[in-house]
């Protein structure tokens, strides 16, 4: 199956997932993603994204990481993805994407080896690539900054044996869903 017919199908199979269900498996990926942050001692900052189209909702944990890291959320500026600091008190506008992002004033903070990075999909395979939404964002943020630490977050019905993958698709290091933090 192309991209485009996998993208309409994964979309249509997670908007189906009931918001109590929904609700509870985010609830024990944020739980296993907290354990996984303090698993690197060189971690300083963690890059969040925004849920959208039931992704899993994992800004809950944000309230429990910021007394240990800073946060970001990324926003979208003349086509390039920015890291904006954030916090869960920090109001967020809506962007063209109907994604939320920090306003444009606040400071970026840049990506380095101290930086884990939450990174959303559609669908994961177990070889550590991901089906995004096609604009290509992550995958060029992960090709300018291999140092990071990268964790693909969604549901386990979502991790798939095997994606169809573009010469510019990068991996992730980690995949994490409601069942627990694997390596591909």
Same mark, same amino acid.
């Given at each position: 199956m192309d991209k485009k017919t996998l993208r309409k199908r994964y979309i249509a199979q997670r908007m189906a997932i !009931?918001?109590?269900?929904?609700?509870?498996?985010?609830?024990?990926?944020?739980? /296993?993603?907290?354990?996984?942050?303090? *698993?690197? #001692?060189k971690v300083s900052q963690v890059f969040f994204f925004?849920?959208?189209r039931k992704e899993p909702n994992i800004l809950k944990l944000a309230s429990k990481l910021s007394e240990h890291y800073k946060l970001a959320l990324p926003r979208i500026s003349n086509k390039e993805m920015l890291f904006h600091?954030?916090?869960? !008190?920090?109001?967020?506008?809506?962007?063209?994407?109907?994604?939320?992002?920090? /306003?444009?004033?606040?400071?970026?903070? *840049?990506? #380095?080896?101290?930086?884990?990075v939450l990174v959303p999909n559609l669908a994961m395979d177990t070889y550590g690539y991901r089906l995004g939404y096609g604009a290509g964002f992550y995958d060029k943020f992960l090709s300018e900054y291999p140092q990071v630490i990268s964790v693909a977050v969604n549901?386990?019905?979502?991790?798939v044996d095997e994606l169809p993958r573009d010469s510019w698709d990068k991996k992730v290091q980690w995949m994490c869903t409601e069942l627990g933090v694997t390596k591909p």
């Amino acid at each position: 199956m192309d991209k485009k017919t996998l993208r309409k199908r994964y979309i249509a199979q997670r908007m189906a997932i !009931e918001e109590v269900d929904w609700q509870k498996r985010s609830q024990k990926i944020c739980d /296993h993603l907290y354990e996984f942050c303090f *698993k690197f #001692d060189k971690v300083s900052q963690v890059f969040f994204f925004h849920p959208m189209r039931k992704e899993p909702n994992i800004l809950k944990l944000a309230s429990k990481l910021s007394e240990h890291y800073k946060l970001a959320l990324p926003r979208i500026s003349n086509k390039e993805m920015l890291f904006h600091h954030w916090n869960i !008190e920090t109001s967020l506008l809506k962007h063209s994407f109907s994604i939320e992002e920090p /306003h444009e004033s606040s400071e970026i903070l *840049k990506a #380095d080896e101290h930086t884990l990075v939450l990174v959303p999909n559609l669908a994961m395979d177990t070889y550590g690539y991901r089906l995004g939404y096609g604009a290509g964002f992550y995958d060029k943020f992960l090709s300018e900054y291999p140092q990071v630490i990268s964790v693909a977050v969604n549901f386990s019905e979502f991790l798939v044996d095997e994606l169809p993958r573009d010469s510019w698709d990068k991996k992730v290091q980690w995949m994490c869903t409601e069942l627990g933090v694997t390596k591909p």
